[in-house]
């Protein structure tokens, strides 16, 4: 199972277009597990120090927003190897 979660906080100026990014992302890959995780209300990881951050499989693949063809990358070579 290929799951993203990617940690968001309220006072992160760039996280509304992380959120415009994962809704994007979901429709193109209905069968990868998307976890929007607000710092807000979820202890952050020891590996996560910053938002927008992108957990792949546990694996960070992106501080701060990717392109989205960078993610959709990503997101087909993780399901490809399941």
């Known amino acids: 199972m290929v799951t993203l979660q990617?940690?968001?906080?309220e006072d992160c100026?760039?996280?509304?277009?992380?959120?415009?990014?994962?809704?994007?992302m979901q429709?193109?890959?209905?069968?990868v597990v998307f976890e929007l995780?607000?710092?807000t209300h979820?202890?952050?990881?020891?590996?996560?120090?910053?938002?927008?951050?992108y957990v792949l499989?546990?694996?960070i693949i992106a501080l701060g927003n990717p392109t989205r063809e960078?993610?959709?990358q990503k997101l087909m070579d993780a399901y490809e190897r399941e």
């Open 13 to 24: 100026w760039s996280c509304q277009e992380t959120r415009r990014i994962v809704a994007d």
């Open 37 to 39: 995780c607000d710092t």
């Open 70 to 72: 960078l993610l959709r």
């Open 27 to 31: 429709r193109q890959f209905p069968e």
């Open 42 to 53: 979820t202890p952050l990881p020891e590996l996560v120090f910053a938002t927008p951050t």
């Open 57 to 59: 499989n546990g694996r």
């Open 6 to 9: 990617v940690y968001i906080a």
